[in-house]
């Protein structure tokens, strides 16, 4: 059984930073591209960030990118979304999802998703 298992999120103050952690299991994690992902009430899911299987290739978002690092270890089977000088726009619940395929960033593209975690920047 696949597994997605989210965690870091919380509450942070405008400028502060968190390290989001997305644990797997029940696959193996090195032939899956692996997305992070964000989504607020009311509004459709969005791509954040992408990596590839290697680790090799790394994917942002116009309204991340410069602020948010991605990265993964396989043999941990974790990846993680680093985020710096975040800001109230930033607030939402982030998903962590696996691709077997390549690139994706669209939501119907990811076989398997976490449960998300709540990501709150105050201003």
């Known amino acids: 059984q696949v597994q997605l298992v989210e965690s870091g999120g919380g509450l942070v103050q405008a400028g502060g930073s968190l390290r989001l952690s997305c644990a797997a299991s029940?696959?193996?994690?090195?032939?899956?591209?692996m997305g992070w992902f964000r989504q607020t009430p009311g509004k459709e899911r969005e791509f954040v960030s992408g990596?590839?299987?290697?680790?090799?290739?790394?994917y942002y978002s116009d309204s991340v990118k410069g602020r948010f690092t991605i990265s993964r270890n396989n043999a941990k089977t974790t990846v993680y979304l680093q985020m710096n000088s975040l800001k109230p726009e930033d607030t939402a619940v982030y998903y962590c999802?696996?691709?077997?395929?390549?690139?994706?960033?669209?939501?119907?593209?990811?076989?398997?998703w976490g449960q998300g975690t709540q990501v709150t920047v105050s201003s």
């Open positions: 999802a696996a691709n077997v395929r390549s690139l994706a960033t669209k939501v119907s593209e990811y076989d398997y």
């Open positions: 029940g696959l193996n994690l090195g032939t899956y591209f």
């Open positions: 990596i590839s299987w290697s680790g090799y290739s790394k």
